[in-house]
């Protein structure tokens, strides 16, 4: 089935809404953990270079605060998750698409499938609860105090 025919179809919306908001959910993950791994990075090689500004700076004040924002922003990463989840919405996404691909060039599974589109519906729900479930698990498992 063209996709330009099934556009009016609920099942391709639902699959193109999908494919969309697991690439843009995706891409603002990766930049956030790429963008405090970059600042983390920084903070931490401007730490050594603080005692040669001996004569103009609080060296003990300066490094200190630096530490104090490398672990604010570790723990940030931490708690919020943002390498998994990257991971994680990247995979789902390309899983998504290559449903896609495989249902509109009616290759196997689809193909000699008697209703292609229910196993389509099917098959795409069942990609999006299992994300949800190893979301709900990876929030469950960071949320348990430590013993």
């Given at each position: 089935m063209p996709l330009e025919m099934a556009e009016s179809d609920v099942i391709i919306e639902r699959l193109e809404d999908q494919i969309r908001w697991y690439d843009r959910k995706g891409s603002a993950n990766q930049r956030t953990?790429?963008?405090?791994?970059?600042?983390?990075?920084?903070?931490?090689?401007?730490i050594p270079f603080v005692p040669v500004f001996k004569d103009y700076l609080p060296v003990a004040w300066v490094t200190g605060t630096l530490g104090v924002l490398i672990?604010?922003?570790?723990?940030?990463?931490?708690?919020?998750?943002y390498q998994q989840n990257?991971?994680?919405?990247?995979?789902?996404?390309?899983?998504?698409?290559?449903?896609?691909?495989?249902f509109l060039g009616n290759a196997p599974p689809y193909a000699g499938n008697a209703d292609p589109r229910a196993m389509l519906a099917e098959r795409v729900e069942s990609l999006v609860?299992?994300?949800?479930?190893?979301?709900?698990t990876t929030q469950s498992q960071s949320a348990k105090p430590k013993s």
């Open positions: 953990f790429k963008s405090i791994k970059t600042i983390e990075i920084i903070f931490a090689a401007l672990t604010v922003l570790e723990g940030l990463l931490h708690l919020h998750q990257w991971i994680t919405y990247r995979s789902t996404c390309e899983a998504l698409k290559h449903e896609k691909y495989l609860s299992q994300e949800h479930a190893k979301w709900a």
